[in-house]
């Protein structure tokens, strides 16, 4: 059973910066794709940042540009750093892990197993 803890998550003015990190329990960490989600109050959880097992990303348009993916295999944890940051990228983050083969895309579907959430927030 994978177990995902994320951390990081805080309080800081625009344009400030964090960054976040999910360890993973687990064997073939280095196998899955993971990604970063994030869900506001009142809103759909949505698909933020994803990273390939080969290490090609994608972003979504409103991050591209300020947050950057990576991931550690030999650690077993996924990253998020996190620029320039807005009032609008106040969410819950999650990390994320497909445990199974196929297209990996930034759809909640395409997800096996989720962290708990570290809150960031983001004031103007």
């Known amino acids: 059973q994978v177990q995902l803890v994320e951390s990081g998550g805080g309080s800081v003015q625009a344009g400030g910066s964090l960054r976040l990190s999910c360890a993973a329990t687990?064997?073939?960490?280095?196998?899955?794709?993971m990604a970063w989600f994030r869900q506001a109050p009142g809103k759909e959880r949505e698909g933020v940042a994803l990273?390939?097992?080969?290490?090609?990303?994608a972003y979504a348009d409103s991050v591209k540009g300020r947050f950057t993916i990576s991931r550690d295999n030999r650690k077993n944890t996924l990253y998020l750093e996190m620029n320039s940051l807005k009032p609008e990228d106040t969410a819950m983050y999650y990390c994320a892990q497909r445990r199974r083969g196929g297209y990996c895309d930034t759809s909640v579907g395409s997800f096996d197993s989720w962290g708990q959430g570290t809150q960031v927030t983001v004031s103007s």
């Open positions: 687990g064997d073939s960490f280095s196998l899955y794709c």
């Open positions: 990273i390939h097992n080969v290490g090609s990303t």
